[in-house]
């Protein structure tokens, strides 16, 4: 799964995710958001041309998305939030 979502978000669907026990861990990181639509930017994001975002992936089992997005829901329902999902065709660790 991913979340990608401005910063200003980021403890809020962070914590609603760490909140479920079940739910495994993810990975977070800084973006910039290149876009047109500039409704929601921030005069600075204006001037530069590109939004700030954090993006946020998970490996989670299809059978816990809705269990993820329901909670991040509860918690921030913002139309800031996009989500996706892909397939992942394999996954391990090194060691």
């Not at 978000?9 to 609603?16: F, M, N, P, Q």
Request: hydrophobic share 45%.
């Amino acid at each position: 799964m991913t979340l990608v979502f401005p910063p200003e978000l980021e403890d809020g669907i962070t914590e609603a995710l760490s909140a479920h026990a079940g739910l495994p861990g993810y990975t977070l990181f800084h973006a910039e958001g290149h876009t047109s639509d500039f409704r929601r930017a921030s005069p600075g994001e204006q001037v530069r041309g590109r939004v700030q975002r954090r993006v946020l992936w998970m490996l989670i089992d299809p059978a816990q998305l809705d269990v993820a997005l329901d909670a991040v829901r509860a918690t921030v329902a913002s139309q800031d939030v996009r989500w996706w999902t892909e397939p992942v065709l394999a996954a391990g660790r090194l060691a």
